[in-house]
């Protein structure tokens, strides 16, 4: 008991916690985008239900990690550039997420007005699936990042559910800061672009130091919100989406 609660366990337990949180902001962004399209009463429950799966993936990962490691064994190498599984998932899931936050922006600027995906109408199963599709790609970097940090198997299951218990805490804070401020809304999906094309270059072998990601990320934000500050008590303009919907619908 001593040898497991020792002071190199604790440390990697506080330092791979902290940082699996930060590597949860991408999903929590992710997470706030597509339950948006749920029904207002559903959106919670979307949030909390996607972390949750968000969290068993990858202790399921930590438990399996033999096969996780093999997923970066060369499967084929075309034109003399080998592809991994690894490279192969990181590749589909940022061709996905650059896919679909370009889809948001232009549904949430020159979609129709009462278009079949506004207004709530979106089915609960429809967003867990691809919930779930995401969170295979953020759990790979996560697994991947606690195999590298930590040597003993608790240490990483217990900061990932430190983690996903710390992005619970804030999913619906966050999720509704980003539904009242639409060019908060805007830039949350421009972040997923950024990420999604980090992923595929990741996916084509190339390496992205997420330091440069995450302060372009955090710099954007920073200037935005010194935008919020000076428009205080000054309408924001209408997207496109769920509440423009039900305006429409009471005039």
Do not use: C
């Amino acid at each position: 008991m001593p040898e497991i609660f020792s002071a190199d366990n604790l440390i990697a337990l506080a330092t791979l916690s902290l940082l699996e949180i930060v590597l949860g902001i991408d999903n929590i962004v992710f997470l706030s985008i597509l339950s948006a399209k749920l029904p207002p009463e559903q959106r919670a429950k979307g949030r909390r239900v996607g972390l949750a799966l968000a969290m068993l993936m990858r202790i399921g990962l930590l438990l399996s990690l033999s096969w996780v490691m093999r997923l970066v064994d060369p499967l084929f190498a075309p034109f003399g550039h080998s592809f991994s599984g690894k490279d192969l998932i990181l590749l589909g899931g940022g061709l996905f997420l650059i896919g679909k936050a370009t889809f948001e922006i232009h549904e949430r600027l020159e979609g129709p007005e009462n278009g079949p995906n506004l207004g709530g109408s979106a089915t609960f199963g429809s967003i867990i699936l691809q919930i779930m599709l995401l969170d295979i790609v953020f759990s790979l970097d996560s697994v991947i990042t606690a195999v590298g940090m930590a040597s003993e198997i608790w240490v990483m299951i217990a900061a990932v559910v430190i983690a996903v218990a710390a992005m619970m805490l804030f999913a619906n804070a966050v999720s509704e800061f980003v539904e009242r401020h639409p060019t908060i809304k805007v830039l949350a999906l421009s972040f997923l672009i950024l990420i999604g094309v980090m992923l595929v270059v990741e996916g084509m072998g190339g390496h992205v130091n997420k330091g440069y990601i995450y302060f372009a990320m955090a710099f954007s934000l920073g200037v935005e919100l010194l935008n919020l500050r000076m428009r205080r008590g000054k309408k924001p303009v209408q997207l496109r989406g769920p509440e423009l919907q039900r305006e429409d619908r009471r005039e």
